[in-house]
């Protein structure tokens, strides 16, 4: 059943505004806002996607993708259909982007419980809302998180990052990390390729990570689009005044939607891209959809030895001792990283 949404005010006339996201919708009496699945129902803002899942899997940590939060083990990942942003590129725009198959709210009733107790049974340290943008389906993240939360389960959203400060605010006490999108530092291109604003997810990051949030960062590297030196320095740069314990993973493009026509990233683009975010003083930069690379794993920014080996999305070698360099005893930036065990199993 539709549930009222959170954070809307009401306007004249039976219009609202929603102050979930950057977008601000002011939307109309039988209209939707640009997410298609928040409604104003008679002067009332709904949410038409509450405990619908489109999807409901369990994934390793390292897929959101999350490598200093509870290195691995495993996530509940949950979405409905539905997105505030409309990238050329997305990859899970059979689910996302709604206009693509007429509107049409799709998905299965799971209710919040119901999610808490399948995380428990698959023994999850983690509920990950992702595969869409879980600012959209904001409620059903905020309950699900709230009785996970009091199971000992965490929570952790996989964003845009295109959330007001509100929605930030709201779901901080319940959130403990965030792999957030940064797609670029132009402006031109989140208007061009995304259907949104830069400044929005600049402000969200700085907020986030003020709030206690654990971040990690992901920028899809697109040949042509956002791959040049003076880019990835750009991305870069911001993230070293961020913090040079943010991680950030440089991924690799594949053809999706509607950038067919552009061939996958090089991986010698991403090689060039992870160098360039060490030299701006990132402690953690990593290689993303190239399974085998180096650029994989965790290196001890001190001494260099490695900490946390990965093949793909398991765990092999590690290197620490409790929270440290086993080596150098370095502290080592992150969230559980003393749940690993030497052979890479979560203890």
Request: overall charge negative.
């Amino acid at each position: 059943m539709p549930r009222e949404a959170v954070l809307y005010e009401k306007l004249p006339d039976h219009k609202v505004r929603c102050n979930l996201c950057a977008h601000r919708c002011g939307i109309s009496p039988g209209a939707r806002g640009i997410c298609g699945v928040r409604e104003n129902q008679d002067g009332t803002l709904v949410s038409l996607v509450y405990e619908k899942a489109v999807a409901c899997s369990v994934d390793p940590i390292e897929k959101k993708p999350f490598f200093h939060f509870l290195p691995g083990t495993r996530a509940l990942s949950i979405a409905t259909v539905g997105c505030n942003f409309r990238c050329r590129f997305c990859q899970n725009y059979h689910i996302s982007d709604l206009e693509s198959y007429g509107g049409g709210i799709e998905g299965r009733r799971l209710q919040c419980e119901e999610v808490v107790r399948l995380a428990e049974a698959e023994g999850c340290a983690s509920i990950s809302y992702t595969y869409t943008e879980p600012t959209i389906f904001f409620e059903y993240a905020q309950d699900c998180a709230r009785l996970a939360a009091e199971r000992g389960i965490k929570n952790n959203f996989v964003t845009n990052g295109y959330m007001t400060e509100e929605s930030w605010r709201t779901i901080a006490p319940l959130l403990d990390a965030a792999n957030v999108d940064l797609k670029s530092m132009r402006e031109e291109f989140y208007r061009s390729y995304v259907g949104a604003h830069l400044q929005p997810v600049v402000d969200s990051l700085r907020l986030a990570k003020s709030l206690g949030i654990w971040i990690e960062v992901t920028t899809l590297v697109i040949p042509g689009l956002n791959d040049s030196d003076e880019e990835l320095e750009a991305v870069a740069s911001f993230l070293a005044e961020l913090g040079a314990e943010v991680p950030w993973h440089v991924s690799r493009f594949h053809p999706a939607h509607k950038l067919v026509q552009v061939g996958p990233t090089p991986t010698e683009t991403l090689r060039r891209a992870r160098k360039i975010g060490l030299e701006a003083g990132l402690r953690y930069v990593y290689i993303g959809n190239v399974p085998g690379e180096d650029g994989e794993n965790t290196f001890c920014p001190k001494c260099g030895e490695t900490l946390i080996g990965r093949v793909g999305y398991r765990t092999t070698e590690v290197g620490l001792r409790g929270s440290r360099c086993a080596a150098c005893g370095t502290d080592v930036d992150g969230v559980g990283l003393e749940g690993l065990a030497s052979d890479g199993r979560p203890r």
